[in-house]
């Protein structure tokens, strides 16, 4: 239901976007378009890890870690940019609910979602100093569990994300942004490195960032 809600979301951002962009008396050329690249610092608030290995569901909430995007995209249309985006988030699971009974890993697994997504934004009030961009895209990401005796495991699947961007500009070619999300994914099949089992795994929670943005 999350999946699919998120990716309604996104549809309804991106059919929002192609309608408005119908009325615009402008077109796109490669005389109006602009390129720019951006890289933010980032973290994650309450984002949930969710394990089922052979019937056996665990739950657990991921203790934030420090982590990077960067992106190359294009100003299409004063309202509208397209880009695309790599991204790092990583945090540490020390205690976990395992069909019901609390477990504790000492020391912390570590996990990490490397990602890429092709992303579109909404641009309000573009001709102004500061502006803010809703969007969202779709991409694929690969999740790696470290676990208590170092041993990693991994998996690859389908992401998604929605997000909001306030930017500002401080004079010349250089932008301030902050940017705060919802990312989430598919059930990833992550395998096991010391058994013949899979294990689906799905991530969701909130994300924050920031970082500048570069005009070309």
């Known amino acids: 239901m999350k999946i699919m809600g998120a990716i309604s979301t996104l549809a ?18 490669p005389e109006t378009i602009k390129g720019y690249a951006k890289v933010s610092l980032n973290t ?14 665990s739950t657990a909430e991921v203790d934030p870690g420090l982590g990077i995007s960067a992106a190359a995209g294009l100003e299409l249309l004063p309202e509208v940019d397209g880009e ?14 395992v069909a019901g009974v609390p477990v504790v890993s000492i020391p912390a697994d570590d996990v990490q979602l490397l990602s890429v997504f092709a992303n579109a934004y909404y641009k309000f009030r573009p001709a102004t100093n ?6 969202g895209g779709l991409g694929y990401g690969q999740y790696t569990l470290t ?9 690859t699947g ?5 997000k909001g961007e306030g930017e ?3 004079g010349g070619n250089v932008t301030f942004l902050a940017e705060a999300g919802y990312i989430g994914s598919t059930d990833i099949d992550v395998d096991i490195a010391t058994s013949t089992t899979v294990r689906d795994t ?8 920031l970082g500048a943005k570069v005009k070309f």
């Open 202 to 209: 799905a991530l969701s929670g909130i994300t924050f960032g």
């Open 147 to 155: 676990d208590s005796t170092g041993m990693k495991h991994r998996g």
């Open 158 to 162: 389908i992401v998604y994300q929605v």
């Open 168 to 170: 500002y500009d401080f």
């Open 44 to 57: 994650t608030f309450q984002l949930n890890l969710e394990e089922n290995e052979a019937g056996i569901i």
């Open 84 to 97: 695309l985006e790599m991204s790092s988030y990583s945090g540490t699971v020390d205690y976990r609910t």
């Open 130 to 135: 500061a502006r803010f961009k809703l969007g």
């Open 12 to 29: 309804a951002l991106l059919f929002g976007i192609q309608a408005h962009a119908q009325t615009l008396t402008y077109s796109i050329s």
